[in-house]
């Protein structure tokens, strides 16, 4: 319940960002190229917006199993569903926990030492830029943990039959 909640939440909210991110790209390309003049924040505004898309839709994408794979090579060899395919499952998740870890130590270091300078235009602090490498491992590491149960539970039950 909690995990279908979450990602209702992170639909919703990459939805909103990925939305202002358009509107502020046609705002500029419009202005730009039609009224010959560009407001100044317009870029960065994107960008932001565009950067906690990716943080969090890749979050999401993580969740929904919608993350490309080179299933073709994998599902030659063995049957989907199967112990090998859970075990391989269970590896790769066993594998991105660490990384998420790394990622989040890497961006709240950022957040710390970057965070308190301000952007050119927009004059808001990197805090807010930087928060979404910390959102987004955080989020991808609670998926992965959802992901990593299902699997071992999976493989457990798969191992009894």
Same mark, same amino acid.
């Given at each position: 319940?909690?995990?279908?909640?979450?990602?209702?939440?992170? !639909?919703?909210? $990459?939805?909103?960002?990925? *939305?202002?991110?358009? +509107?502020?790209?046609?705002?500029?390309?419009?202005?730009?190229?039609?009224?010959?003049?560009?407001?100044?924040?317009?870029?960065?505004?994107?960008?932001?917006? *565009?950067?906690? *898309?990716?943080?969090?839709?890749?979050?999401?994408?993580?969740?929904?199993?919608?993350?490309?794979?080179?299933?073709? !090579?994998?599902?030659?060899?063995?049957?989907?569903?199967?112990?090998?395919?859970?075990? #391989?499952?269970?590896?790769?998740?066993?594998?991105? +926990?660490?990384?998420?870890?790394?990622?989040?130590?890497?961006?709240? $270091?950022?957040?710390?030492?970057?965070?308190?300078?301000?952007?050119?235009?927009?004059?808001?602090?990197?805090?807010?830029?930087? !928060?979404?490498?910390?959102?987004?491992?955080?989020?991808?590491?609670?998926?992965? #943990?959802?992901?990593?149960?299902?699997?071992?539970?999976? !493989?457990?039950?798969?191992?009894?039959?």
């Amino acid at each position: 319940m909690f995990f279908k909640n979450l990602s209702k939440i992170n !639909f919703f909210v $990459s939805s909103i960002f990925l *939305t202002i991110s358009i +509107i502020a790209i046609l705002i500029e390309i419009f202005t730009r190229y039609f009224l010959h003049f560009s407001f100044a924040g317009n870029e960065e505004l994107a960008r932001l917006m *565009t950067i906690y *898309t990716m943080m969090i839709g890749g979050a999401l994408a993580l969740d929904l199993d919608e993350h490309p794979n080179i299933d073709i !090579f994998r599902y030659m060899v063995i049957k989907k569903g199967g112990r090998l395919d859970l075990f #391989i499952n269970i590896l790769s998740y066993l594998l991105l +926990i660490p990384f998420f870890i790394y990622f989040l130590i890497q961006g709240y $270091s950022i957040l710390i030492n970057e965070g308190k300078l301000l952007t050119p235009c927009l004059r808001i602090y990197w805090y807010y830029g930087y !928060f979404a490498i910390i959102l987004g491992s955080v989020l991808m590491g609670l998926y992965s #943990i959802k992901k990593l149960f299902i699997s071992i539970k999976d !493989f457990v039950y798969l191992s009894k039959k």
